[in-house]
């Protein structure tokens, strides 16, 4: 059961522009929605998160946009850089439960 | 910074053996996860781990799987008998709270079962 969908396995964005990846999600219990990075041979790293009660949360050039009612959100990372280019996991969990649910991953690169 | 450590970075073993994956978690942390990626797949979870005892386990983990926290700084994940679909990137995370926090990720240990 799939219940965190990213359905754009790779995104080419030149530098400087914005990269907009996206995710969407089933279960209506999820309540915290996080974006993780991911390089090769690596562990993902926390890159922002947001919480259901708000439908937006910036940090610096990434910022999380949430439309519940669409089960969906967004990470926009504004200006890209090249050392952006790296596979990009969403993830959610529900208060209910321990664990994340993540996506199968966006693999952004950002053309110099 | 504090961050989740774990051992080894990569292990080779026969089918049927026993392996164990070392993870040290982050030290004011209180839960504690183990995932899985299968080469290409998406992130997998395993387990979850709270005040010494499982609080939530996948289907994948199986009676082949065990975790333990043997000495308040360890947390291992040890399985019998390896199968090669057991081969994968084991990643252990730990959070310090259950709800609306983010989980840190150790590098992971890439298991290969030949």
């Known amino acids: 059961d799939q219940q965190v969908k990213q359905n754009s396995p790779s995104l080419s964005v030149q530098e400087g522009r914005i990269s907009i990846l996206n995710c969407d999600y089933t279960n209506s219990m999820f309540d915290y929605f996080l974006w993780y990075k991911k390089y090769p041979a690596e562990g993902p790293t926390f890159l922002i998160s947001i919480s259901s009660i708000k439908d937006k949360n910036e940090d610096g050039r990434f910022t999380v946009f949430l439309n519940k009612s669409a089960k969906h959100l967004s990470l926009h990372i504004v200006p890209s850089q090249p050392g952006d280019s790296a596979v990009y996991f969403c993830?959610?969990?529900?208060?209910?439960?321990?664990?994340?649910?993540f996506g199968t991953g966006t693999s952004l690169t950002v053309i110099p | 910074e504090p961050e989740v450590t774990q051992t080894p970075s990569h292990q080779v073993t026969q089918m049927g053996q026993e392996v164990i994956l070392r993870c040290v978690p982050i030290s004011n942390h209180l839960y504690f996860y183990w995932y899985r990626q299968i080469l290409g797949q998406k992130v997998e979870f395993l387990v979850s781990f709270y005040n010494n005892e499982i609080s939530e386990k996948s289907e994948i983990f199986d009676d082949q799987f065990s975790v333990e926290r043997p000495d308040g700084s360890n947390f291992t994940l040890k399985i019998r008998s390896t199968k090669l679909e057991d081969s994968a990137m084991y990643f252990c995370?730990?959070?310090?709270?259950?709800?609306?926090?983010?989980?840190?990720f150790g590098q992971g240990t890439r298991l290969t079962v030949v």
């Open positions: 993830a959610a969990s529900a208060n209910t439960g321990n664990q994340f649910y």
């Open positions: 995370a730990s959070r310090t709270d259950r709800i609306r926090t983010e989980a840190f």
